[in-house]
């Protein structure tokens, strides 16, 4: 028994990329490469790859995304046909891909075993032989009865497995997904799997995860960029593959030491004389610099009264911006590195705030109901309340309904401007009233009048 | 996305600079796939009563909305246009029964000739099956339908006004004669569609035409101009071969030999594309 690849390369076509030019340097690790001829783009998907795999050999294929070892795989089961070299086996090759692929999601589990039962080459009879053991492999029972879509992932990749190793199961290759399976069925495919020694079977496995590999594969190459980077035995191979990856997972997480010299952040105005409680916030700017940080953004948070810190805006290492009118004495500024969180600098808008309570201004509130007039023969309508009570001085406000029986009931509590819909209730007589939640001041009311026929 | 071996423009950096399938290569290996895929009729059997149980699945008549559908819209039609059409009712109805129901067979095969690529993308991209398996998957499932279709021909048989004679047996090889154009044709129009997405429409809108010059409604005696027209349409003759030994008792020589003709040209032409196309479909789904 043997799988070969000889001198195998592939290129595929980029389409409609004609007169662009990419900067494919970034990404130098990720894919195959690029090059243009002619008219077109290429991706060289495979270069000159060559495999030698007999009876016995379990073959692990790492690499990044990209590398080319799904394309491998493809070529060797038959389903691309490589632009140059060739690739031959004396017994039919057997590809589990993308679960997607190669069943028919309306049919029943059993209805695809037979499918694939028939793509192998296998009479009816072969198959239904062949049908109780897959069930039982499957452990899916009554559910192979269902139509393939209602299965979840894991369940059909069960399928695919148990499929794929009793049908032609001689030359085996299987994608990375085999990770949808639970711990049990994971276990159960690593037995079957290197069961596979004994009876001499034909494995090629491309997958990330380093253990799966250590366990079934017994020799490995190293796609890069479609070309075969190194191969030997599957221990050391991962090894070094392993290693890199950690190298340059520490080389990006390496970064210039963060600086906090030099860092300015600046509230205006910084002080909040003579402010009493009930007084409205004020409108402020905020102002920062920290080029000397070796940041490229950074974020601003504000800490209110409360001591809860909320995040204000995320911008470049030099800006302003204008808040709204919240700002009162106590109210902290903290400027950070946005993707550690430190805190670089901060600033607090100082002054006192009077525990003496100022008198609620009334003058410029304003409290309106629409529709405002209806006929009173009319069922009840739905509208909308406005308010708008900032110059009063409340935190907090409180709308209550009063309705034609003459009984008063909360209705909305918040924030001292804004508005809201009532459901179909409205009718002539019903009242509203707009109050400081705190004392409960009456700062306005509205009702809805009878209009005249 | 195309591979990079492909028409001679396309001389981008080719990987060693061999053409890996040179012609005969490329001929062979259809050849072998052709073959190979004819041996292969439990599966394309059993993917073409797939494609049927998905298109019924869940109705109570199943398949034979087929013929129901096929025989309301005749009796609709009839009714409506068949008075004046200068022969009578019976003779008419017959003619129109035949016509129409070979028309929707070499219509579906059309269609779906297009898109065999396309529908069978989960399998080309999953398995290494020959791609001739879809096209006989198709052909099988498409003359499934037409045998409810001719269901509904047979009973039209009632209104026949002449006796019958073994002639009208000819009419037996001219339906089979309806199963070779899908799969030339297929092999052919699939990987144009799949290149080039627009081709499908195109060719959609190109039957419709072809209808209308097809003698399927119209009488050649009652409408000259069209008949003159008809007589440029192979179609014409692919229905001649059914229709007249049905209808008339005789046997059209000069059809036959346009549609053994054409199916001989259409065997080369469509193989050849097939095994041109072949290796490049993957890549275009």
Redesign the interface.
């Known amino acids: 028994m043997y799988l070969r690849a000889s001198?195998v390369?592939?290129?595929?076509?980029?389409?409609g990329h004609q007169g662009e030019s990419h900067d494919f340097a970034a990404s130098r690790r990720l894919g195959g490469v690029l090059?243009?001829?002619?008219?077109?783009h290429?991706v060289?998907a495979l270069?000159?790859v060559s495999i030698d795999l007999r009876h016995g050999d379990r073959l692990a294929v790492i690499g990044h995304n990209g590398s080319g070892k799904s394309t491998l795989l493809k070529v060797l089961?038959?389903?691309?046909?490589?632009?140059?070299?060739?690739v031959e086996s004396d017994r039919p090759?057997s590809?589990m891909?993308?679960i997607?692929?190669?069943?028919?999601s309306?049919?029943t589990g059993y209805?695809n075993i037979?499918?694939k039962g028939?793509?192998a080459?296998k009479?009816?009879a072969q198959i239904e032989a062949a049908i109780p053991e897959i069930a039982e492999f499957t452990e899916l029972g009554p559910y192979l009865d269902m139509p393939l879509r209602t299965y979840s992932s894991g369940m059909a990749m069960r399928l695919a497995f148990s499929v794929a190793t009793a049908f032609s199961s001689d030359i085996l290759l299987m994608d990375e997904w085999i990770g949808a399976g639970d711990a049990q069925f994971r276990e159960k495919i690593v037995k079957r799997m290197t069961g596979f020694v004994e009876s001499a079977h034909i494995l090629v496995l491309a997958s990330h995860s380093a253990q799966l590999l250590r366990r079934v594969a017994n020799r490995a190459i190293w796609l890069e960029a479609g070309r075969i980077r190194e191969e030997g035995p599957v221990d050391e191979l991962v090894d070094r593959y392993e290693a890199e990856a950690k190298a340059h997972a520490r080389a990006a997480r390496v970064r210039v030491p963060i600086r906090k010299e030099g860092i300015t952040l600046n509230i205006s105005p910084d002080r909040l004389d003579g402010f009493a409680h009930g007084d409205p916030g004020q409108v402020g700017e905020i102002r920062w610099d920290a080029r000397d940080s070796g940041l490229d953004s950074v974020e601003i948070s504000v800490v209110g009264l409360s001591g809860r810190e909320v995040k204000f805006k995320e911008a470049g290492v030099v800006g302003r911006a204008t808040t709204k009118p919240w700002l009162k004495p106590g109210v902290e500024f903290r400027l950070k590195d946005p993707d550690t969180g430190d805190v670089l600098a901060s600033t607090v808008v100082a002054g006192t705030i009077s525990t003496a309570r100022k008198p609620l201004r009334k003058d410029d509130v304003t409290f309106s109901v629409d529709p405002s007039t209806m006929p009173s023969n009319q069922q009840g309508v739905r509208g909308e309340v406005r308010w708008d009570a900032t110059t009063s001085g409340a935190d907090t406000i409180e709308i209550s309904v009063i309705n034609t029986s003459g009984r008063e009931v909360t209705f909305f509590r918040g924030s001292p401007s804004g508005s809201v819909s009532t459901q179909a209730w409205l009718k002539p007589g019903v009242g509203f009233r707009l109050k400081d939640a705190e004392s409960g001041e009456v700062l306005a009311s509205v009702s809805v009048a009878e209009a005249v026929a | 996305?195309?591979?990079?071996?492909?028409s001679d423009?396309?001389?981008?950096?080719?990987?060693?600079a061999?053409r890996?399938?040179s012609g005969r290569r490329a001929l062979s290996l259809a050849l072998h796939e052709w073959t190979k895929s004819f041996r292969?009729w439990?599966?394309w059997i059993?993917?073409g009563m797939?494609d049927l149980s998905?298109r019924y699945?869940r109705t109570m008549l199943g398949i034979s909305w087929v013929v129901t559908s096929f025989a309301a819209f005749i009796f609709v039609y009839i009714e409506i246009f068949g008075h004046g059409s200068g022969v009578t009712l019976a003779e008419y109805g017959l003619y129109v029964t035949i016509g129409f129901g070979l028309w929707s067979f070499v219509s579906s095969s059309v269609s779906n000739g297009c898109s065999v690529y396309t529908s069978s993308r989960?399998?080309?991209?999953?398995?290494?099956?020959p791609y001739p398996v879809f096209f006989l998957q198709t052909v099988f499932r498409d003359f499934v339908v037409f045998m409810m279709t001719l269901l509904v021909i047979a009973a039209a048989l009632v209104w026949k006004k002449q006796v019958w004679s073994p002639t009208t047996l000819w009419a037996i090889p001219g339906v089979l004669a309806y199963l070779l154009p899908p799969l030339w044709l297929g092999a052919i129009l699939a990987p144009l569609c799949t290149r080039y997405r627009d081709v499908m429409h195109a060719i959609q809108t190109a039957m419709r035409v072809l209808f209308f010059a097809t003698p399927i409604l119209w009488l050649p005696s009652q409408r000259s101009g069209l008949a003159f027209i008809a007589k440029y349409n192979v179609l014409t003759y692919f229905i001649e071969i059914v229709r007249a030994p049905l209808l008339e008792n005789t046997f059209p020589a000069n059809a036959w030999i346009v549609v053994l003709l054409v199916n001989a040209v259409g065997i080369v032409v469509g193989f050849a594309t097939y095994a041109a196309t072949r290796?490049r479909i993957?890549?275009w789904l």
Do not use: C, K
Request: without cysteine.
């Open positions: 001198n390369s592939l290129q595929f076509r980029l389409d090059q243009t001829g002619g008219r077109h290429y060289r270069d000159d089961a038959g389903i691309y046909r490589p632009q140059a070299g060739h090759v590809g891909f993308n997607s692929l190669g069943f028919r309306e049919a209805r037979m499918l028939l793509i080459g009479t009816r | 996305m195309d591979v990079a071996s492909g423009d396309d001389t981008g950096p080719v990987v060693g061999s890996l399938t292969m439990r599966l059993a993917l797939e998905d699945r989960n399998w080309i991209m999953g398995e290494s099956i290796d993957v890549y």
